[in-house]
Nanobody
Framework: QVQLVESGGGLVQAGGSLRLSCAAS????????MGWFRRAPGKYQTFVAS????????YYADSVKGRFTISRDNAKNEVYLQMNSLKPEDTGVYYC?????????????WGQGTQVTVSS
């Protein structure tokens, strides 16, 4: 099992920035990649970004490319999401996710989420 704890959400004006953090514990050695999903009000969760532990390859949803940056600290087992030029449509609950090396990019582990609200 992998446990994930997010932090860093909050309220920000459009154009502002926030940085989310996710601390992983437990069987972190079994994880191949971690990332972020978000659930906008009244919608399903959608992919935001992910990063591979070994090599650091990153992947982004088109809607956040150029504005969000995902990074990792392997020594701390932490992943970060730097969000710049935030828009009201970025509002939602952001979930940290992790996969298992046995099934890469199938995110079976989810944190409890952190709220991000962007006001116009």
């Amino acid at each position: 099992q992998v446990q994930l704890v997010e932090s860093g959400g909050g309220l920000v004006q459009a154009g502002g920035s926030l940085r989310l953090s996710c601390a992983a514990s437990g069987r972190t050695f079994s994880s191949h990649a971690m990332g972020w999903f978000r659930r906008a009000p009244g919608k399903y969760q959608t992919f935001v970004a992910s990063i591979v532990w070994v090599g650091g390859n990153t992947y982004y949803a088109d809607s956040v490319k150029g504005r969000f940056t995902i990074s990792r600290d392997n020594a701390k087992n932490e992943v970060y999401l730097q969000m710049n030029s935030l828009k009201p449509e970025d509002t939602g609950v952001y979930y940290c996710v992790a996969d298992d090396v046995a099934v890469p990019f199938k995110y079976d582990y989810w944190g409890q989420g952190t709220q991000v609200t962007v006001s116009s």
